[in-house]
């Protein structure tokens, strides 16, 4: 089955403790996004990646690292996670960076205390 | 200013009414311009995209682009309760970054 999966689903964490959140595509798509998703904000990109080793920054990088060693992860890190970090992520891909459809994973709650 | 604003909603309406849904821009670059249903606990889905100014059609769906006006809108038409969702605008600069609206959240009543 085509799709994105995300892992962790749930995740309660404290200040400071490094972690990582893992995101995996099984349909070869070149374009991997990371999202966040707070109430009033909407869904705000953090970083995104048109291929292998190109990462771009996206609306809110700050406090986020992310990689692409291969094609089908895109793993979010939070080096020193906050409370200000507690959100909804989504992962997302799409075939090309230019193609409008992007699939979203079923995305990871995150509380950070 | 947000690049992108969208009306909060949220919005009731009784089954076989029509929902407009809007969302206004300040970037002309934006191309391309989509609108997302996401249901409660579920990553958005891709429901319609539009590249140019105008209508696109889809069953109950359409979308329309206002590129002069910096103002897109998302048609539905007889609403079913399935319908009940969140829907978010998109849009991006091509191959570039994507900016969503905050999404509206409407519930069809049976």
């Known amino acids: 089955e085509a799709q994105v999966t995300q892992n962790p689903r749930y995740l309660i964490t404290v200040t400071g403790k490094k972690l990582t959140v893992t995101c995996s595509q099984n349909?070869?798509?070149?374009?991997m996004s990371w999202y966040r998703q707070d109430p009033g904000l909407g869904l705000r990109q953090i970083y995104y990646?048109?291929?292998?080793?190109?990462?771009d920054k996206g609306d809110v990088p700050e406090g986020y690292k992310v990689s692409r060693k291969e094609k089908r992860n895109f793993p979010l890190i939070l080096e020193s996670p906050s409370p200000n970090q507690t959100s909804l992520y989504f992962c997302?891909?799409?075939?090309?960076?230019?193609?409008?459809?992007?699939?979203f994973g079923p995305g990871t709650r995150l509380t950070v205390l | 200013q947000k690049e992108v604003e969208q009306d909060p909603g949220p919005l009731s309406v009784p089954e076989g009414a029509i929902v407009s849904l809007n969302c206004t821009y300040s970037?002309?670059?934006?191309?391309?311009f989509m609108w997302y249903r996401q249901y409660s606990r579920k990553g958005p889905e891709l429901l319609m995209y539009?590249?140019?100014?105008g209508n696109k059609e889809d069953g109950r769906f359409t979308a329309q682009v206002d590129k002069s006006s910096k103002y897109i809108s998302l048609f539905i038409r007889d609403s079913q309760p399935s319908d009940s969702a969140t829907y978010l605008c998109?849009?991006?600069?091509?191959?570039?970054?994507?900016?969503f609206g905050t999404g509206t959240s409407l519930t069809v009543i049976p």
């Open positions: 539009t590249y140019s100014s």
């Open positions: 349909m070869n798509h070149e374009y």
């Open positions: 990646s048109m291929n292998v080793e190109v990462t």
């Open positions: 998109a849009m991006m600069i091509t191959g570039n970054q994507f900016y």
């Open positions: 997302a891909s799409s075939i090309l960076a230019s193609y409008n459809e992007q699939f």
């Open positions: 970037n002309s670059a934006f191309q391309y």
